[in-house]
C-alpha cells in the first residue's frame, strides 16, 4: 500500500455458485464500483474483494446433476461469474474462491486460533437444517420450511465442532455500542442489536454429512460449516494469516444484502474476535429490488438478468437506474417500463442532450474550439454558484452512500443549465462583437457546467461520462480528477472539442422492453 494514500477496502458478498448473477447481485456488484471510483478520486488507495462460495451440499447436488466432479463444476461456475462482471464492467481488483488453497489455509489458520483461544468445543446436534441457505433453523420443527426461503428443511444428526457464540453476548453489544455506525443503515442496527440482547446460542462451524468442503485438519471427516468458510474469504483476499503485510485489513466496508446482515454482524465479528484479530469497522446492509412486492429468485422464476439490459441501453444506463430508483438501504421495486422511463427522460433528454447540445452550438459558432468568457452577467454567475453548492452537495451525499440523493443533486444542475440556455438563448444572438462576446461566456459556461457534471457523475456513469470528457476535449482521463480539488472556472479555453457522438439515442419504450425480455 502506498504510504501517500489512506487504504479502503470493501467488499460484496462472496456469492453462492448456484446460479449466474441476477439483478440483486449486479446491484451490490454495482454499488461496490461506484464506491470504488468515487474513493479513488477522493485520493484513496481502495481495494475491492468478490468472489464465489463454491462449497456445501448445493454444490454437491448441482455437481451430481450435471454429471460431471464438484472441482469442475465450481471452476466453470467461477469462470462464468469473472467474466459476465468483466464484461459489464464490474471488475473487481481481487476475485476470491472459497476453493482457492490459500483460502483454505486462511479457514484452518483461523479455527485454530479459535480452538487454541478456548472457543471451539466438539458436540452434537439434530435440527432442521435449510440446504438452500446452507443455514440450520432455531427452533424449527419436522416438517417446517425455512423462514427465509419458504422450501422444506431436512433433519439432520451429526457430530459437529461448536463456536462458543454464547460468549459474545456482551463484548458484541459493547462493540456495537461503542461502534454505532458499524451497521447501516440504522434500522438494520437496532434489529441486530436486539437478537444479541435476546441472547446467543453456540453455534454449529463444521459438519460431518457434508463431503465437499474444507477438511477440518486432522479431524476428517469434518468439514467447515459454510459460513465460517465463505466470511474468511474477506480476510483470505487481502493476504490472510499475513495480512498485517497487504496493509488492508480490516476490511472498511462490507456490503451485504439484508438477508445475510446477521451472518456478517454477529458471527463474523465473533469469529474474529475470538481469533483475537481485528473487525471490520463497517457493514451495510441494502434491501431488495422486488418484482410485484417479492423478492426474485429463481425458484419463482421472476429473475432478472444484467446483460439483456446492458446489451439493450447499456451499463450506464443500468447502473444510473438502480442507483437513482431506490433509496440506498430500503427495498425498491423493479421494472422494465420504470428503467426504460428513466433512460429516455434522464440520460437521452438530460445529460446526453445536455452533452450534444452544448457541442453542437459550440461547433456551430466557435468551429469546435471551447470559447473563452468574458464580462459574466449576474445570471451566469448565479449558476457558478449553484454548480459550486452542488459539488459539495454531491460529494456529501457520495461520503455516506445517498446514492439517490447525488444524482438527484447533479441532475439538478443539469435541469439548470437547459433553462439557462432556453433563457439566453446563445442561437439566436448575432455575430457582433458584443453579440459574439455573449455568445462565448453562455457557452463557455455551459461546457464548464458539463465538465462539473461529467466528474460528478464518473463514479455511476464510467463509460459515458468519460465519452463526454473525450468530447469536452479535455486532458488525461476523467478518473484521474481529484474531487477534492474540482472547482468552478478551471475548463481552459482554446480547447479543440472532440468528435460529437450520441451518447444515449432515445429509445421506443415497448419496442425496448420486448427486445429486453427477448433476451432474457
Not at 471510483?37 to 488507495?45: I, L, Q, T
Not at 459474545?168 to 461503542?178: A, G, I, R, S, V
Not at 444524482?407 to 455575430?431: C, F, M
Request: with cysteine; aromatic share 12%; hydrophobic share 40%.
Amino acid at each position: 500500500m502506498s504510504p501517500k494514500k489512506p487504504k479502503f477496502y470493501l467488499t460484496t458478498p462472496i456469492y453462492y455458485t448456484n446460479g449466474l448473477p441476477h439483478i440483486g447481485h449486479t446491484y451490490t456488484t454495482v454499488v461496490a464500483d461506484t464506491i470504488r471510483r468515487y474513493k479513488r478520486m477522493r485520493g484513496y488507495e481502495v481495494v475491492m474483494t468478490t468472489g464465489t462460495d463454491e462449497h456445501g451440499v448445493n454444490v454437491e447436488r448441482a455437481a451430481k446433476k450435471a454429471g460431471i466432479s464438484e472441482t469442475t463444476f465450481v471452476a466453470k461456475m467461477a469462470a462464468e461469474w469473472r467474466a459476465l462482471w468483466d464484461e459489464l464492467g464490474l471488475t473487481a481488483d481481487e476475485f476470491v474462491r472459497t476453493t482457492d488453497l490459500h483460502h483454505v489455509r486462511t479457514v484452518q489458520w483461523l479455527f485454530r486460533l479459535c480452538r487454541e483461544n478456548g472457543y471451539v468445543y466438539k458436540g452434537h446436534y439434530t435440527g432442521q437444517y435449510c440446504i438452500y441457505d446452507n443455514a440450520f433453523v432455531n427452533d424449527a420443527k419436522p416438517g417446517d420450511s425455512c423462514p427465509d426461503c419458504g422450501r422444506p428443511t431436512e433433519t439432520v444428526t451429526e457430530e459437529n465442532y461448536f463456536f462458543k457464540l454464547s460468549a459474545f453476548q456482551k463484548p458484541l453489544l459493547d462493540f456495537y455500542k461503542k461502534n454505532p455506525e458499524f451497521i447501516q443503515p440504522e434500522s438494520r442496527r437496532n434489529e441486530i442489536v436486539s437478537f444479541v440482547e435476546s441472547g446467543l446460542k453456540d453455534l454449529s462451524i463444521t459438519r460431518t454429512t457434508v463431503r465437499w468442503g474444507i477438511p477440518v485438519p486432522g479431524e476428517e471427516p469434518h468439514v467447515f460449516y459454510v459460513w465460517f468458510d465463505a466470511l474468511t474469504a474477506y480476510l483470505s483476499a487481502v493476504g490472510g494469516p499475513e495480512f498485517e503485510k497487504r496493509g488492508m485489513w480490516p476490511a472498511d466496508l462490507h456490503l451485504v444484502g439484508k438477508d445475510i446482515i446477521r451472518f456478517h454482524t454477529v458471527y463474523w465479528p465473533a469469529f474474529l474476535m475470538a481469533a483475537m484479530q481485528p473487525v471490520p469497522k463497517q457493514v451495510w446492509a441494502h434491501g431488495w429490488f422486488l418484482m410485484d412486492a417479492a423478492k426474485m429468485s429463481k425458484s419463482k422464476g421472476n429473475v432478472v438478468l444484467p446483460r439483456p439490459i446492458a446489451n439493450m441501453l447499456g451499463m450506464d444506463a443500468l447502473r444510473y437506474f438502480l442507483l437513482r430508483e431506490v433509496v440506498f438501504g430500503q427495498d425498491g421495486n423493479f421494472s422494465y417500463d420504470a428503467l426504460v422511463t428513466r433512460y429516455n427522460s434522464d440520460l437521452a433528454n438530460g445529460l446526453g442532450n445536455l452533452a450534444s447540445r452544448t457541442a453542437a452550438l459550440i461547433e456551430k459558432n466557435f468551429g469546435g474550439t471551447i470559447p473563452k468568457a468574458t464580462e459574466p452577467r449576474p445570471q451566469d454567475e448565479a449558476l457558478a454558484s449553484e454548480v459550486e453548492t452542488a459539488i459539495g452537495e454531491a460529494l456529501e451525499s457520495y461520503e455516506h452512500l445517498s446514492f439517490a440523493r447525488a444524482l438527484e443533486t447533479i441532475w439538478g444542475v443539469i435541469g439548470s443549465a437547459d433553462k439557462y440556455l432556453t433563457r439566453e438563448q446563445p442561437w439566436a444572438l448575432g455575430n457582433s462583437a458584443e453579440e459574439r462576446s455573449r455568445k462565448a461566456t453562455i457557452l463557455w459556461t455551459t461546457a464548464e457546467l458539463l465538465r462539473i457534471v461529467t466528474v460528478l457523475a464518473h463514479p455511476v456513469l464510467p463509460a459515458s461520462t468519460a465519452k463526454v470528457w473525450s468530447l469536452l476535449g479535455l486532458p488525461g482521463s476523467v478518473e484521474a480528477v481529484e474531487l477534492d480539488g474540482l472547482r468552478w472556472g478551471q475548463l481552459a479555453p482554446e480547447k479543440q472539442l472532440g468528435p460529437i457522438q450520441s451518447l444515449f439515442p432515445r429509445v421506443d419504450k415497448s419496442e425496448a422492453i420486448e427486445r429486453i425480455e427477448a433476451m432474457a
